[in-house]
C-alpha cells in the first residue's frame, strides 16, 4: 500500500457534516470532535488511554487527528492565536 493511499484513508475518517456536533470535523461521522482527540492526546492522555476510555475509536482515527491537525498548520501566516 501507498503512503499516498494510506494518507487518503487517514484523511477520509474526519468527517464534516452540518448535522453532527454543528459541522466541525469529526471522527467517522460519530460525535467525537477532532478538536476534543487532540486535547485530550495534548494534555497527556496516551493512546491507549484514550482508546480505552472511546472504545469506538480506532487508531487510525487518532492517527487521523494529528494529520488534519497538521494540514491546518500548513498556511503562509499564524495571526496570534485567541484561546
Given amino acids: 500500500m501507498s503512503n499516498k493511499l494510506i494518507y487518503k484513508d487517514l484523511i477520509d475518517r474526519v468527517t464534516i457534516d452540518p448535522e453532527v456536533c454543528h459541522g466541525k470535523p469529526c471522527i467517522r461521522g460519530l460525535r467525537y470532535p477532532v478538536e476534543t482527540i487532540l486535547e485530550l492526546l ?42
Fill in 42 to 83: 495534548a494534555s497527556g492522555m496516551s493512546n491507549e488511554e484514550v482508546l480505552e476510555d472511546y472504545e469506538d475509536l480506532e487508531v487510525a482515527d487518532l492517527r487521523a487527528c494529528i494529520l488534519f491537525a497538521a494540514k491546518l498548520t500548513k498556511v503562509k501566516n499564524i495571526s496570534k492565536l485567541v484561546a
